[in-house]
């Protein structure tokens, strides 16, 4: 009877474990959003629109609620932007005006013109020059620049197809990422998919798409954060940097670019693969396909991932890690310190701790 007792206790405790995971898999929403709205600090305004933008982008993307994916999410857009849906950056005016300067120069264009295009009124009745010098926040600058383009025949020659502004919302993802990925978008597009990346729900939801719409077997979410920075499967392709490195004897730069795209040109790393010739026993054009396969997931289960691991695990008598922070010092002319995405995984990383113990 005893030993009945305790089988039926068993059944009963795995009924229930099994019971809830299924919940955690498929949370109701209402239970997501209270849970953002115990994590998001207290100071923010409008916590329950963020809570609802939040958990509107996770089920749309079907990713898991999960308490660490909530706190990523949470930490990502409190480093970029404390939570501010269209930050101001300090000295964006002179900053713009630099680069339009900058730009100019590049197309041969004199200074006395640039000045000229930038006096005349713009279609709010101010100069363009005008708006720059009081311009705060990116999406201004956007703005900016997209009448600029359409009213001023210079401006469509300096900036044809181009702006700027490359990252934007809360979380400050990459319109060119938003773009590509826009097929499921679950709102209606007011004007473009670089208008919505300005918004709150369109910031968000394509930043929590850049986080963690993809696969990564990471063993701390330290490196999914340097691959926001950095681009996905950094920090995987930059620990096959460092063992490629390590075995063939050349100094790589760990920044997890495997390949020069858009060109045939060999990269540093790509001559490296290929210095270690037969011991790899791999062609040059299998060496190519498998470094093309960089920017996924299937590049950890190819040959060339696999040998060039089991040969340098092999020299250095030891395991080697699977994920490194990438060794990138961060370019933008909106940064004016020595900064990395080793600082800024830290820094992420740091706050997502903090809203994992809150």
């Given at each position: 009877m005893t030993r009945l007792l305790a089988l039926l206790a068993l059944f009963v405790m795995l009924a229930g474990c099994a019971g809830q995971g299924s919940r955690n898999e498929a949370r109701d929403p209402r239970q997501v959003r209270a849970e953002l709205l115990r994590l998001i600090p207290a100071s923010v305004v409008d916590r329950q629109g963020w809570a609802d933008d939040i958990q509107?982008?996770?089920?749309?993307?079907?990713?898991?609620?999960?308490?660490?994916?909530?706190?990523?999410?949470?930490?990502?857009?409190?480093?970029?932007?404390?939570?501010?849906?269209?930050?101001?950056?300090?000295?964006?005016?002179?900053?713009?005006?630099?680069?339009?300067?900058?730009?100019?120069?590049?197309?041969?264009?004199?200074?006395?013109l640039v000045d000229a295009a930038l006096g005349l009124k713009s279609p709010t009745g101010k100069s363009y020059a005008e708006r720059l010098a009081a311009v705060r926040t990116e999406k201004q600058l956007s703005a900016i620049f997209d009448d600029f383009i359409g009213m001023v025949p210079l401006g469509a020659r300096l900036f044809a197809g181009f702006n700027p502004v490359h990252t934007a919302g809360p979380m400050q993802v990459s319109i060119e990422f938003a773009?590509?990925?826009?097929?499921?978008?679950?709102?209606?597009?007011?004007?473009?998919i670089r208008h919505e990346v300005f918004t709150r729900r369109g910031g968000m939801y394509f930043g929590?798409?850049?986080?963690?719409?993809?696969?990564?077997?990471?063993?701390?979410?330290l490196y999914r954060f340097a691959d926001f920075n950095a681009g996905w499967y950094a920090s995987r392709n930059a620990a096959f940097q460092a063992a490629l490195s390590r075995l063939s004897g050349v100094k790589l730069a760990l920044?997890?670019?495997?390949?020069?795209?858009?060109?045939?040109?060999?990269?540093?790393?790509?001559?490296?693969?290929?210095?270690?010739?037969?011991?790899?026993?791999?062609?040059e054009s299998a060496i190519r396909r498998d470094l093309l396969k960089g920017d996924g997931a299937a590049f950890a289960d190819s040959d060339l991932y696999e040998q060039v691991f089991a040969l340098a695990e092999r020299q250095a008598g030891k395991s080697l890690p699977r994920a490194i922070l990438p060794g990138i010092t961060l370019q933008s002319p909106k940064i004016t310190r020595n900064l990395t995405t080793a600082w800024f995984a830290q820094r992420v990383d740091e706050r997502w701790k903090r809203c994992m113990a809150r």
């Amino acid at each position: 009877m005893t030993r009945l007792l305790a089988l039926l206790a068993l059944f009963v405790m795995l009924a229930g474990c099994a019971g809830q995971g299924s919940r955690n898999e498929a949370r109701d929403p209402r239970q997501v959003r209270a849970e953002l709205l115990r994590l998001i600090p207290a100071s923010v305004v409008d916590r329950q629109g963020w809570a609802d933008d939040i958990q509107a982008a996770f089920s749309a993307q079907s990713l898991a609620p999960t308490r660490e994916n909530l706190c990523a999410t949470l930490a990502v857009t409190e480093q970029e932007s404390t939570y501010q849906v269209d930050p101001a950056v300090p000295g964006l005016g002179k900053i713009a005006r630099k680069e339009i300067d900058r730009r100019a120069a590049a197309v041969h264009v004199p200074g006395f013109l640039v000045d000229a295009a930038l006096g005349l009124k713009s279609p709010t009745g101010k100069s363009y020059a005008e708006r720059l010098a009081a311009v705060r926040t990116e999406k201004q600058l956007s703005a900016i620049f997209d009448d600029f383009i359409g009213m001023v025949p210079l401006g469509a020659r300096l900036f044809a197809g181009f702006n700027p502004v490359h990252t934007a919302g809360p979380m400050q993802v990459s319109i060119e990422f938003a773009a590509a990925h826009a097929q499921d978008y679950p709102y209606p597009v007011e004007g473009s998919i670089r208008h919505e990346v300005f918004t709150r729900r369109g910031g968000m939801y394509f930043g929590i798409a850049h986080l963690l719409g993809y696969p990564a077997d990471y063993p701390r979410p330290l490196y999914r954060f340097a691959d926001f920075n950095a681009g996905w499967y950094a920090s995987r392709n930059a620990a096959f940097q460092a063992a490629l490195s390590r075995l063939s004897g050349v100094k790589l730069a760990l920044d997890g670019d495997l390949v020069i795209h858009g060109s045939n040109a060999l990269g540093q790393t790509e001559k490296a693969v290929r210095s270690l010739g037969g011991r790899l026993g791999m062609s040059e054009s299998a060496i190519r396909r498998d470094l093309l396969k960089g920017d996924g997931a299937a590049f950890a289960d190819s040959d060339l991932y696999e040998q060039v691991f089991a040969l340098a695990e092999r020299q250095a008598g030891k395991s080697l890690p699977r994920a490194i922070l990438p060794g990138i010092t961060l370019q933008s002319p909106k940064i004016t310190r020595n900064l990395t995405t080793a600082w800024f995984a830290q820094r992420v990383d740091e706050r997502w701790k903090r809203c994992m113990a809150r």
